[in-house]
């Protein structure tokens, strides 16, 4: 009887881990799926499922800390990124993904500790290699953003010939500095980003997706946007919920000119601290 039960109990417990497994595969799929869809909210729901059905996998962890990043909650996706390196700290992207999130906070001192990390796991990590020089060059280190310039360039990644020709250049006393780009000011005009004569001047496509994902509706929930067009004058569609409504709304970026790009008039923006020295 006694063997007869040893079997019994040993079949229950592999079928309740084939269960938990299948669960986890479903769920996480489905999160994966619906980050795919621009359904991030969505997306956090399935992994936190994932997450509920089995704590110790780090790749739920990960993912819900991407799709986190995706609506701009950077500080629940960093304690996500934490989790997640605790159960797997060999994972390099995670320090990568981490490091970055980290710089949209103005948190360079720890954002190049997470970039060095990532580096030292995976060598041939050319796209972590240039946001650390980028990194180095906004704080005035420019030596150190050269080296890893030329290293991402040598490791595949396609550094902008601006930043190669300064670092061969010896009497090139330091880089013209295009720092991350905050919403501080709020325009008084409602034809500000809405018009074409108007447009919000980002200067760059990393300053214009910076800054869609810092704008909030008025308020203050999430909003997604898709770009219609991507040149010198973009074109992006926006859409919210306000007083459960579904509203959209098409802004226009100038890529060409940077010029202290502001808020729009009666929308918000995240609260993202600048804690230079938190690691």
């Known amino acids: 009887m006694k063997k007869i039960l040893s079997y019994v109990l ?17 769920n996480h799929q489905e999160g994966l799926n619906k980050a795919r869809q621009g359904d991030y ?51 390099g992207k995670v320090w990568f993904n981490r490091g970055l ?11 190049i500790v997470d970039l060095t990390q990532a580096i030292q796991i995976e060598r041939e990590y050319a796209t972590a290699y240039y946001h650390r020089a980028y990194l ?17 360039q040598s490791k595949g990644f396609d550094v902008p010939r601006i930043k190669l020709n300064a670092c061969n250049d010896s009497s090139y006393s330091g880089f013209e500095k295009n720092p ?3 919403l501080t000011e709020k325009s008084s005009s409602t034809c500000y980003g809405t018009s074409k004569k108007h447009p919000i001047r980002v200067g760059n496509q990393a300053n214009m997706e910076r800054y869609l994902r810092l704008l909030r509706s008025p308020k ?55 804690v230079e020295n938190r690691p």
């Open 10 to 26: 040993v079949f229950l417990s592999y079928s309740m881990v084939t269960g938990q497994e299948r669960a986890l595969e479903v």
């Open 41 to 91: 909210i969505g997306a956090i729901e399935s992994f936190t499922k994932a997450i509920e059905v089995l704590p110790l996998d780090a790749y739920a962890w990960y993912n819900r800390g991407m799709a986190k990043n995706m609506i701009g909650e950077y500080e629940d996706a960093m304690n996500d990124f934490g989790t997640c390196i605790g159960l797997n700290p060999a994972y």
């Open 101 to 111: 999130t980290k710089m949209y906070l103005g948190r360079y001192d720890g954002a």
């Open 136 to 152: 180095y060059e906004l704080k005035g280190l420019y030596d150190f953003a050269c080296t890893d310039y030329r290293n991402a």
């Open 180 to 182: 991350l780009l905050l």
């Open 220 to 274: 203050g929930s999430f909003i997604y946007y898709t770009v219609i067009s991507s040149e010198a004058l973009s074109t992006v569609k926006i859409s919210y919920s306000q007083r459960g409504k579904e509203k959209t709304k098409l802004l226009y970026f100038d890529l060409t000119v940077s010029d202290h790009p502001k808020l729009l008039k009666r929308f918000s923006t995240i609260k993202a601290p600048n």
